[in-house]
């Protein structure tokens, strides 16, 4: 079952432009994960934020997590054409292994 | 240098066969993860592993068996392939220590005609 949502499924932005995907989830979680998954590849992690965090950077990456409205978003600054991708966000529920996936954002950044 | 490998990386399967991809970690990384990755469907868990010797089912594992026989390796079994198992198969491996966090192979492409 679906957890974690992302709010859109897709957005197209201009090189240069910044952009915000954001997530929701549904259950209480001890931390959330941004990952990205480029044509052709496998996702790879962007950005772990924890439960007890409120933001956290990587370069031109934040991401942040509201606890109370149980949302997150991720903002990219200065938009590059290789940022164009799927981009997810998986939740830590406990201590299990497993992690709640949304079903991905599809971003384009046009030239 | 790749940490997470697997193959084949395109397999075409009839109807009612065997199916068997493969996988294999140079983390050391205890957990491991099958996900299919359907449009609309996102990823999709189908068996993980905690460890050489252990299987767990995910949330789709109707029609999919898994194997570990080591730290390394981590097999992902269809015994009677149908079409609707046509998808993209990912394998990944994680540890608890970093909330998880998963490493991603390639990708397997499989297509059941």
């Known amino acids: 079952s679906q957890l974690a949502e992302e709010n859109s499924w897709a957005l197209s932005v201009h090189e240069g432009e910044s952009v915000t995907v954001n997530c929701s989830y549904k259950?209480?979680?001890?931390?959330l994960q941004w990952y990205r998954q480029k044509s052709g590849k496998g996702p790879a992690q962007l950005i772990l934020?924890?439960?007890n965090e409120r933001e956290k950077r990587n370069g031109r990456l934040r991401a942040t997590l509201d606890t109370s409205s149980q949302s997150s978003s991720l903002s990219i600054t200065a938009t590059r054409c290789e940022d164009t991708a799927v981009y997810f966000c998986?939740?830590?529920?406990?201590?299990?292994?497993?992690?709640?996936w949304g079903l991905g954002t599809s971003l384009v950044v046009n030239p | 240098e790749a940490a997470v490998t697997q193959s084949p990386r395109n397999k075409v399967a009839v109807t009612g066969g065997k199916v068997t991809l493969s996988c294999n970690q140079t983390n050391n990384h205890n957990n491991m993860y099958w996900y299919r990755q359907d449009t609309g469907h996102g990823l999709r868990l189908i068996h993980y592993?905690?460890?050489?010797?252990?299987?767990e089912k995910g949330d789709i594992p109707d029609g999919y068996k898994a194997s570990r026989p080591s730290q390394e390796n981590f097999s992902l079994i269809l015994e009677l392939a149908t079409p609707s198992q046509t998808s993209v198969y990912f394998c990944?491996?994680?540890?608890?220590?970093?909330?998880?966090?998963?490493?991603f192979g390639p990708g397997t492409r499989l297509t059941v005609l």
């Open positions: 592993s905690y460890g050489a010797g252990s299987t």
């Open positions: 259950t209480s979680i001890t931390a």
């Open positions: 990944a491996s994680g540890v608890q220590g970093h909330f998880y966090e998963q490493y």
């Open positions: 934020i924890r439960s």
């Open positions: 998986a939740a830590n529920v406990g201590d299990n292994s497993k992690l709640i």
